[in-house]
């Protein structure tokens, strides 16, 4: 049969506010001791009553309006009951059938072959996060569970998209879209790793021609891009084979088990009755004035469709090498700063996308915390343009730049790495080459062109590199010519 892949997405954003979604407690919950950031609110105490924190709506707010959404000038809170230790009141406080915001789209530009999609959101709404469960093991058992409630209460965004998503791939440029969108609108900082954004996919099979849809399953657990690609596949191929071999896919929902590269069976699939949703008797429906919605329009800052396109226009980078600089906001903000001091662009993009990026990950670095600043790449490359190195020495420079954070000037004088541009120091070597080496010399009198290339390499050889290959080739030739028969 012909099939279509049919995903959809939920993915969770963690508001960046410093305090908590309904009570004064600080979101800060990552290398704090366990339980210490935690009110009767947060811990789901008798008599705690929540109040909605103010910053945290604005920031879903932001996210909102930059996904295209249509902000409801009412919405409302709801009860999602159901129990679980990490859930001290044994409810979500989220909202149901009257979201913060819906209606939204994101536009996508997909792979080699450059489709372009169009991605719909069905709704954003906001609700409030549960505790951490921290299980201790001894010899791969579990011995013992606790319970951590300083995330109990931190602000989320929950996204769901329409099922309008056709491929994995498809999926990942979405999510990259989408982190860096948070990250632009300095809501979130978008680390799967980290969870502060979480994605759950909704996944099946539709019959090409039929258009019947198959049975959906969800695939939760799955904490970097990586791992969501290959779940995604993987889930794939399953709902396939199944279908080939005549069997049903039951509604489940599945977890990624990334050390065995596959998904199992968590528990099946819950329906939103399971959850006997009732509005939140504590808090009253939100209204949103329309003065502050456009407000918050007028303050957002250059999103990264935008920044990619002024990238093309006023720099003159291709559309990928844009969208590549863009995506995280440090590494498009590191290029502009090394732009102002350095003017070939296409260059200097070269650099930043191959050398720097390449290192940065081989460190495991943030662009942030880069040891060569934006100013000291763009001297590095001046020193280039000027011919004081070969770019091929510029490349151990910069090696060394990385490890030790001193400066390409600096580097380059104490190595001794200066290139060669004394011609009389360059025809000493070449006369010697020329010497040792009369068999190469006469093929190229001869006519064998290509004898010259050896001669230049010898030539380089002797000077470990550091002459002008260009201005070496034109003075060989130039004696080669004048030779005597
Ligand atoms: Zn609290």
Redesign the pocket.
Known sequence: MQDDIVIGLEIHVQLSTKT?I????STDYIDQEPNT???????GLPGGLPVLNKKAVELAIRTAIALNCRINSTSIFHRKNYFYPDLPKAFQISQYDLPLAEEGFMELIVGKSKKNSKIRITRAHMEEDAGKLVHIEEKGQIVDSLVDYNR??VPLLEIVTEPDIRSSEEAIVFLQNLRSIVQYLGVCDGNLECGSMRCDANISIRDSKSHQLGTKTEVKNMNSFRAIKRALDYEICRQRKLIEDGEKVSQETRRWDEANNQTVTMRSKEEAHDYRYFPEPDLLPLKIKDSWVNEIKDSLPELPVDRKERFTRDFGLSDYDASRLVEIKSLGDYFEEAARDYKDYKKLTNWILSELLRYLGEEGTEISSSPISAESLAELLHLIDRKVISGKIAKTIFEKMFKTGQSATDLVQKSGLTQISDKEEIDIIIEKVIEDNIQSVQDYRSGKEKAVNFLVGQVMRHTKGRAQPDLVLNLLKEKMNKLEN
């Not at 309904?22 to 407690?25: A, E, K, L, R, S």
């Not at 950031?37 to 811990?43: A, F, G, I, Y």
């Open positions: 908590k309904f009570c004064n407690c950031n935690t009110c009767p609110v947060c811990l109990s209460c």
